[in-house]
């Protein structure tokens, strides 16, 4: 039997929040997948604090399939801590980040594992079908792919990745939808692969609202200053402060000229001079308040995979 709770090779995550009428079908449907492939694997399904009866249906199904794991938040953290808590109570080598919502069918994971398996890290799905925030999804996957150059479509869809991906990469609020991006951006090969699309199972979208549009876009933006801007940020900020000092000395070389040679005062480039030098300044000291923080991301980060080789090494004394 392939879909084995111990050692498992994959490791599925699925963060659900007021799945009452999908997580008997979904779970039914991960049973039919696992009587049809060859690799072992567990399901992780985490109740994000629901309200209705999830929590309830979990607890009675999980004694009828082997693969299945609960956790419960005792309230609704959002989608990137529920995957987090999924990270961290996985066993597999691989995972696969699954919405609970049956818009796609847990038959299409093994096209994933075998792009896995093909030499990628990260797999992300390319949604083929109609659905309600194709427009929106469109400009968005479309914005960051210029913005990351990025050559997979889709960046919101589902995915499977190796372990390590997620171990090198913190993951702020809602910035799973740019796991592709920092992946690519840690030098992990990426790929994707065509998902067929479905309608909802049962119950309504979480994520509904143009509300999410600017928050999206602001996200975005944080991303790439991440990814550029905390790189050097001395040179960066210390770009524009001498741009704008050279300007300020300058127009005072203009103001001195006028004042002295043309005999005609003109107190606004005074102002202008005193406007550009300050502003100047104030660049370079945040430059430096930025390379600070660099130093400091750089230093939780080497912390962060001296833990992860301590942890490895104990589960290998382990074994």
Same mark, same amino acid.
Request: charged residues 25%; glycine residues 8%; aromatic residues 8%.
């Given at each position: 039997m392939s879909q084995l709770k111990n050692n498992p090779r994959i490791s599925v995550i699925v963060p659900a929040y007021n799945e009452e009428g999908n997580v008997d079908e979904l779970c039914r449907q991960f049973k039919e997948m696992g009587d049809n492939v060859s690799f072992s694997f567990e399901v992780i399904i985490i109740d994000d604090g629901s309200t209705d009866s999830t929590a309830v249906k979990l607890n009675a199904l999980v004694d009828n399939y082997s693969f299945l794991q609960i956790v419960s938040h005792g309230n609704n953290r959002g989608l990137t801590e529920a995957l987090q808590t999924g990270f961290d109570m996985a066993l597999g080598d691989i995972f696969v980040f699954y919405p609970a919502d049956l818009q796609y069918k847990p038959e299409d994971i093994p096209a994933m594992i075998s792009k896995i398996d093909e030499g990628n890290d990260l797999v992300t799905g390319w949604k083929q079908g109609k659905y309600s925030k194709r427009f929106v999804s469109k400009v968005y996957n479309t914005l960051s792919r210029r913005l990351f150059n990025l050559k997979v479509h889709d960046l919101n869809s589902v995915k499977a990745f190796r372990r390590q991906v997620v171990?090198?990469?913190?993951?702020?609020?809602?910035?799973?939808? #740019?796991?592709?991006?920092?992946? =690519?951006?840690?030098? #992990? +090969?990426?790929?994707?692969?065509?998902?067929? &699309?479905?309608?909802?199972? !049962?119950?309504?979208?979480?994520? /509904?609202?143009?509300? +999410?549009?600017?928050v999206g876009i602001l996200?975005? &933006?944080?991303?790439? !200053?991440?990814?550029?801007l905390l790189r050097k940020p001395l040179l960066f900020f210390g770009i524009i402060g001498g741009f704008l000092i050279g300007s300020g000395i300058l127009v005072g070389i203009v103001a001195m000229y006028l004042r002295f040679i043309m005999d005609?005062?003109?107190?606004? $480039?005074? #102002?202008?001079v005193i406007? $550009?030098?300050? $502003?100047?300044?104030? /660049?370079f000291i945040l430059g430096f308040l930025a390379e600070?923080?660099?130093?400091?991301?750089?230093?939780?980060?080497? =912390?962060?995979? /001296?833990?992860?080789? $301590?942890?490895? +090494?104990q589960r290998d004394d382990k074994d």
């Open positions: 171990e090198d990469i913190f993951l702020r609020k809602d910035w799973h939808r #740019y796991l592709v991006a920092l992946a =690519v951006e840690q030098g #992990y +090969r990426v790929d994707e692969v065509k998902m067929p &699309l479905y309608e909802r199972y !049962s119950g309504s979208s979480k994520f /509904s609202g143009l509300a +999410r549009i600017p996200d975005m &933006l944080a991303v790439k !200053s991440q990814l550029t005609i005062g003109l107190r606004p $480039l005074l #102002y202008l406007l $550009l030098m300050i $502003l100047g300044g104030l /660049s600070g923080l660099a130093s400091i991301k750089e230093e939780l980060s080497g =912390v962060r995979h /001296s833990i992860r080789r $301590l942890e490895l +090494r």
